[in-house]
């Protein structure tokens, strides 16, 4: 695809030349391709590092392998090649404190501290201090493992249905839907008892059931002040019709504009997105990076929280990236720099589809290993987003879960970018090679 930023000149004096992208998913290689075609990345004769990185960052990047929570043998390596501008991908180093231990070796980085990063790590950190300031959520109650009982006797007297989280980190899966008694007893003893996120579903949060729509943004920010990047909604569930269990995601499309209205945007930065960053301050834990809100747009037209990110979204930032116009890397340091209020956004009128090529199995036991083939045939303007591949005597195979990312984009529709993206996987193959067939239908 063409460089998708200004062509003004942006070479600066004591610009960062040496970038190490943390991450190896659909998002990272989105970064990746976004960072690389930065007008100031071509300009100040930038060169890119990925850590661990995957076949398709390895085609403009230098992929290094070191696992992304790795964070001494980053560091060690940052030190060694004189790395000055690093930005995190996943949510695990943000929450081992990748972003501290760097701004103390004097390495500028993108994203949030430690502390910030509980408003992923820990859902009942954030349940708190959403009520603590009257930011819009659902109503909820906390429990420990201790609490096991009292849990079982709270379900027992709440209306369905009824959402329980992990407090902790689960890779997106530790939100469960219960429709009646016995799924959420079910999930209690399966977090408390068969401890089946390790630990990070000991402690939990039962919630209200909200309804309307779905979106997702994305907030970047210095810890006072930020720029709202183009709303998106992501498709959480394996089956078409949102049917069968909840993954990382499946696919996206943006702009969400139908869900997300002028309207409803300036109603999510009042009282959504500026409230939560001055609640981060005022609470000593300054949040700077890249705050992903995901949000339930009510039937009256009002937005409340369903959960934070401390990083992009995955699949969403495959959607959302190609729509920036304006520099993308200078956005990413003027948030470590604390210089938001320079940067002045600017968007495409276009319209953006993402479909997951899963393995099937996918999210319970899946094979891995197959070839894939087609990418060579796709439309030069396709953009293919590699999330879990590798390379195998000279062949791309399958190394994961999700797979693969396709991207379309139009200029004139979300249904012309539709038609694009689902004849353009017609030419991808790969054993047990699963999608949904309905990404972006309600849009």
């Not at 070479?11 to 976004?34: C, Y």
């Not at 407090?167 to 899966?173: E, S």
């Not at 929280?305 to 930032?317: A, H, L, M, S, W």
């Not at 495959?318 to 116009?325: A, E, G, T, Y």
């Amino acid at each position: 695809m063409s460089n998708t930023t200004n062509t003004t000149n942006t070479k600066h004096n004591n610009f960062p030349t040496n970038i190490l992208l943390i991450g190896s998913g659909g998002r990272e290689s989105a970064l990746g391709w976004k960072i690389f075609n930065s007008q100031s990345f071509k300009d100040n004769n930038c060169k890119l590092y990925t850590a661990p990185g995957n076949p398709g960052l390895a085609e403009f990047s230098q992929c290094v392998n070191i696992k992304a929570d790795d964070i001494n043998s980053l560091l060690n390596f940052s030190l060694e090649n004189k790395i000055d501008f690093v930005v995190v991908g996943p949510e695990i180093p943000l929450s081992l404190g990748i972003v501290d231990k760097f701004s103390k070796a004097g390495i500028k980085i993108f994203g949030p501290s430690k502390s910030a990063a509980q408003i992923e790590s820990s859902k009942i950190f954030t349940k708190n201090l959403l009520k603590k300031y009257n930011i819009p959520t659902a109503d909820y109650k906390s429990f420990s493992a201790s609490q096991k009982n009292e849990a079982l006797e709270f379900l027992k007297n709440h209306s369905y249905p009824l959402v329980i989280k992990a407090d902790g980190l689960a890779a997106g899966k530790g939100v469960i839907i219960a429709e009646d008694f016995q799924t959420a007893s079910q999930t209690i003893n399966e977090f408390i008892d068969d401890n089946i996120f390790s630990g990070a579903g000991s402690n939990f949060v039962i919630e209200d059931f909200l309804t309307g729509q779905e979106t997702s943004v994305f907030a970047i920010t210095d810890g006072e002040n930020f720029v709202l990047l183009p709303a998106s909604q992501d498709h959480k569930k394996i089956g078409d019709n949102d049917t069968g269990k909840n993954t990382g995601g499946m696919g996206a499309y943006a702009p969400a504009e139908k869900v997300a209205t002028p309207e409803i945007i300036e109603k999510v930065k009042s009282s959504v997105i500026q409230p939560v960053i001055s609640a981060m301050k005022s609470e000593g834990c300054e949040f700077k990076g890249c705050l992903y809100a995901g949000l339930m747009i009510s039937p009256d037209g009002n937005p409340f929280v369903i959960e934070f990110n401390c990083r992009f979204g995955d699949p969403e930032t495959q959607v959302v990236l190609p729509l920036i116009k304006s520099d993308f890397l200078n956005l990413l340091i003027a948030s470590a720099e604390n210089n938001i209020n320079s940067y002045n956004l600017e968007s495409y009128k276009k319209y953006y589809v993402s479909v997951v090529l899963a393995s099937g199995g996918y999210p319970d036991d899946y094979e891995q290993g197959f070839e894939i083939t087609g990418l060579s045939n796709l439309d030069s303007e396709t953009l293919v987003f590699h999330s879990g591949t590798k390379i195998v005597e000279n062949k791309l195979v399958t190394a994961g879960g999700r797979v693969l990312n396709i991207v379309a984009g139009s200029d004139s529709s979300v249904s012309d970018a539709i038609s694009k993206v689902y004849s353009e996987i017609e030419k991808i193959n790969f054993k047990n090679m699963y999608f949904r067939k309905d990404i972006a239908s309600k849009a």
